[in-house]
Nanobody, 121 residues
Framework: QVRLVESGGGLVQSGGSLRLSCAAS????????MGWYRQAPGKERELVAS???????NYADSVKGRFTISRDNAKNSVYLQMNSLKPEDTAVYYC???????????????WGQGTQVTVSS
């Protein structure tokens, strides 16, 4: 059973920093895109940042220049360094990964359980 486990959320003051981590565990042969989404109360889940296996990164406009995504392919892990945090960054952050299914040889999306990030003003 492949799963994603996140860590690193918490409470921080405005202007502070947090680092989120996500590790994929289980029988994994290949991971394509990995990324982070977030969902604030009453809002839809939105992409924060993503990283392809080739190293190309993509960011939401609202976090450009403040957040940095990185990944360690050897550890099947992805990280999100969040600096200059704002109260509007408060949300549950979800890790996402596209993992190769040995049964179908297609990549399927997998979500983590989510980690709460709260930024106080």
């Amino acid at each position: 059973q492949v799963r994603l486990v996140e860590s690193g959320g918490g409470l921080v003051q405005s202007g502070g920093s947090l680092r989120l981590s996500c590790a994929a565990s289980g029988s994994i042969s290949s991971i394509s895109t990995m990324g982070w989404y977030r969902q604030a109360p009453g809002k839809e889940r939105e992409l924060v940042a993503s990283s392809t296996s080739g190293g190309r990164s993509n960011y939401a406009d609202s976090v450009k220049g403040r957040f940095t995504i990185s990944r360690d392919n050897a550890k099947n892990s992805v990280y999100l360094q969040m600096n200059s945090l704002k109260p509007e960054d408060t949300a549950v952050y979800y890790c996402y990964a596209e993992i190769l299914s040995p049964a179908t040889f297609n990549y399927r999306g997998l979500w983590g359980q989510g980690t709460q990030v709260t930024v106080s003003s």
